[in-house]
Structure formats: C-alpha cells, structure tokens
C-alpha cells in the first residue's frame, strides 16, 4: 500500500500564495504518477493538477498559470505551488497517487487525508 499526507493548507488572503506538500511512503514504487484534487462544500471533487512517471504535467484551465505541480523523487514528495489565489479556490485538497496515470481523472487508488485551503 501507498500513505499519502497531506499538509500547507491554511487561510490567505486573495491574491496570496501557498504550497502544499504530499508526502507518500510504503510501496511508493505505486505512486509513480500523482495528482492533487480538490472539493469545494456542495461540490464535486475535481482534478486540479497531476504529473505521471515522465513528468508530463496536466492542470485544468481554471488553475493555468497560477498552480504549479511538481515532484522530487528523493523526498517521495509531491508539491503544489499555488499563486495568485482566489476565493473559488477554497476547498479541500487531496493528493492522489497509483501506479497508472490517470492524469485528471477520479481513478486513484491512494487517496490522502486532505488539506484545507480557504482563501478570503
């Protein structure tokens, strides 16, 4: 199995930044590609960004530009840079991993807790 944590949530102002971390441990091997999702209250969970085994990044367009997806190997880290944030980015986020890429998609098999981000 995969664990996944989460963790740099928190509250900015609009306009502000965060990064988030997800660090992944176990059978790690199986979080070749990763993703972070998000879901607002009332809402659907969503794909925000992913990056698979050849580091290829995908980000849905309300976030291009402003988030930045990455991943250092060494640290069994994934990160999300997000800038420029804004009230509709208020959500919890997830960080996803598995062996296959599922880029955007809901399919994950490892699932983290959760980081809350509100912005104001």
């Known amino acids: 199995h995969v664990q996944l944590v989460e963790s740099g949530g928190g509250t900015v102002q609009a306009g502000g930044s965060l990064r988030l971390s997800c660090a992944a441990s176990?059978?790690?091997?199986?979080?070749?590609?990763m993703g972070w999702f998000r879901q607002a209250p009332g809402k659907e969970r969503e794909g925000v960004a992913a990056i698979d085994a050849l580091g290829i990044t995908r980000y849905v367009d309300s976030v291009k530009g402003r988030f930045a997806i990455s991943k250092d190997p060494a640290k069994n880290t994934l990160y999300l840079h997000m800038n420029d944030l804004k009230p509709e980015d208020t959500a919890m986020y997830f960080c996803?991993?598995?062996?296959?890429?599922?880029?955007?998609?809901?399919?994950?098999?490892?699932w983290g807790q959760g980081t809350q981000v509100t912005v104001s």
């Open positions: 176990g059978y790690t091997y199986r979080s070749r590609c």
């Open positions: 996803a991993a598995d062996f296959y890429a599922f880029n955007l998609g809901n399919f994950y098999n490892y």
